[in-house]
């Protein structure tokens, strides 16, 4: 479900208690977000008021007639007390991001955020790998946009790395196509979060690991190690490698 933003609204005194204490009055409106940030709106510019970044308690009482606030992050205090109040409800709320395309489970919109693709309405989430793009096609077995993610070369895979792992494909094309330059093993591929690596077969004798670079193979180095091309520029897979 999604999660609610708090609306209220009235004739209210706003007194903020921190380095100094500042007090306004007039009719306002109160935002109260799903992490607890609270910010006080007037009838001027997009600038709030008053506000309190996700303040560690937020308490509202009210009677009906009028309503109070009191948000509070250690020694910082902001109150709002409405002698009459004219709106208070609870409205749902998602984040917001590049549409990019429809969740086949639900139909409900899907959103590109945060490094994330979002549903906004089951709010499924998938985390996309760094650099990645989402693309116009869809994945064949699930429905789900698919991302274009460059290791190597350009891999055009699922968003749902449980449909279509990005290790796996990088693996299938990678594995043990460069020898260790410290040893006589053979480079792997390797995964952790976030991460893919190639480390030698010989590990724990051999620690050499290399990450690899959001880019594609265009060249060999002259230490036999393979040149990436990055969107900062060419280099070696050994990012301490001096070889032309």
């Not at 609270?38 to 996700?54: K, M, S």
């Not at 991001?97 to 139909?107: H, K, L, N, Q, W």
Request: net charge negative.
């Amino acid at each position: 479900m999604p999660e609610r933003l708090r609306v209220l609204a009235g004739d209210c005194r706003v007194t903020e208690r921190g380095d100094r204490t500042r007090t306004h009055r007039g009719r306002v409106v109160v935002l109260i977000k799903p992490d607890n940030t609270t910010l006080v709106h007037d009838a001027d510019g997009y600038q709030p008021v008053a506000w309190l970044t996700r303040p560690d308690s937020v308490v509202v009482e009210g009677d009906g007639a009028g309503f109070s606030v009191t948000a509070r992050t250690g020694e910082r205090r902001l109150r709002v007390v409405a002698e009459a109040a004219t709106a208070s409800r609870g409205l749902p709320v998602t984040e917001a991001g590049v549409p990019v395309g429809t969740c086949p489970e639900d139909g409900g919109s899907l959103v590109r955020s945060r490094g994330d693709v979002v549903c906004l309405d089951c709010e499924e989430r998938w985390g996309l790998p760094a650099g990645a793009s989402v693309t116009d096609t869809t994945c064949a077995d699930c429905g789900l946009p698919k991302v274009r993610v460059e290791r190597g070369e350009p891999f055009h895979l699922c968003v749902d790395p449980g449909c279509d792992p990005l290790v796996a494909a990088v693996r299938d094309r990678f594995d043990r196509v460069w020898s260790c330059p410290d040893c006589d093993g053979d480079l792997t591929v390797e995964s952790a979060p976030g991460r893919v690596f190639l480390g030698c077969e010989q590990y724990p004798d051999c620690e050499t690991t290399f990450s690899v670079p959001h880019g594609v193979v265009v060249d060999e180095c002259g230490c036999g190690l393979p040149v990436f091309e990055t969107a900062t520029g060419r280099r070696c897979l050994d990012g301490t490698c001096d070889g032309d």
